[in-house]
T-cell receptor, first 111, second 119 residues
Framework: QKEVEQDPGPLSVPEGAIVSLNCTYS??????FMWYRQYSRKGPELLMY????GNKEDGRFTAQVDKSSKYISLFIRDSQPSDSATYLCACARNYGQNFVFGPGTRLSVLP | NAGVMQNPRHLVRRRGQEARLRCSPMKGHSHVYWYRQLPEEGLKFMVY????????ESGMPKERFSAEFPKEGPSILRIQQVVRGDSAAYFCASSPRGQGVGGNNQPQHFGDGTRLSIL
């Protein structure tokens, strides 16, 4: 079993839809949870990071962590074509140390 | 991804040659991380370095791969005697020293990667 699992998609939604992206993880020692966005031929760009369980909101993005079920989510409201990218979740035991990434979910927002 | 500079962006090598990938971290960052990304797979951690020290190399293959981050100059990921299976995108990330929880600081800034192709 991989430490971090993620549905690879692709996921296609119409512009304006609410997008839900999810990951599950197996290592209960993970405390830091990140979501990265990666455009084609580019490096990952950090969108959100959270510590332990809870919600965090930043503009159109909301990250949720449920440590009891080892489940993390990223919601994108009012999705735009520019949101079309691969979304990677990442988990870490200690802040600043090596992250364990999921394989990424490819999202297409259709105009 | 301005700030973390990786070069070359594309590198082509024949089997058996050596590949050197360079990473200059963001200004003020003293921690460097190397990751490998294969098609349809997520980023796989390889090695974590601080200036002149390897902190964690648990993700590095035991043979042919080495990394350094000298006092002066960029971090180098070196692959000797490359094989077809080494073809991948290699990403470098950097972070500041002693970064704490909270605030709006990004834990790791990534470069745009070096795409290595082995003929």
């Amino acid at each position: 079993q991989k430490e971090v699992e993620q549905d690879p998609g692709p996921l296609s939604v119409p512009e304006g839809a609410i997008v839900s992206l999810n990951c599950t993880y197996s290592n209960s020692a993970f405390q830091y949870f990140m979501w990265y966005r990666q455009y084609s031929r580019k490096g990952p760009e950090l969108l959100m990071y959270t510590y332990s369980s809870g919600n965090k909101e930043d503009g159109r993005f909301t990250a949720q962590v449920d440590k009891s079920s080892k489940y993390i989510s990223l919601f994108i409201r009012d999705s735009q074509p520019s949101d079309s990218a691969t979304y990677l979740c990442a988990c870490a035991r200690n802040y600043g140390q090596n992250f364990v990434f999921g394989p990424g979910t490819r999202l297409s927002v259709l105009p | 991804n301005a700030g973390v500079m990786q070069n070359p962006r594309h590198l082509v090598r024949r089997r058996g040659q050596e590949a050197r990938l360079r990473c200059s971290p963001m200004k003020g960052h003293s921690h460097v991380y190397w990751y490998r990304q294969l098609p349809e797979e997520g980023l796989k951690f390889m090695v974590y370095l601080q200036k002149e020290n390897i902190i964690d190399e648990s993700g590095m293959p035991k043979e042919r791969f080495s990394a350094e981050f000298p006092k002066e100059g960029p971090s180098i990921l070196r692959i000797q005697q490359v094989v077809r299976g080494d073809s991948a995108a290699y990403f470098c990330a950097s972070s500041p020293r002693g970064q704490g929880v909270g605030g709006n600081n990004q834990p790791q800034h990534f470069g745009d990667g070096t795409r290595l192709s082995i003929l």
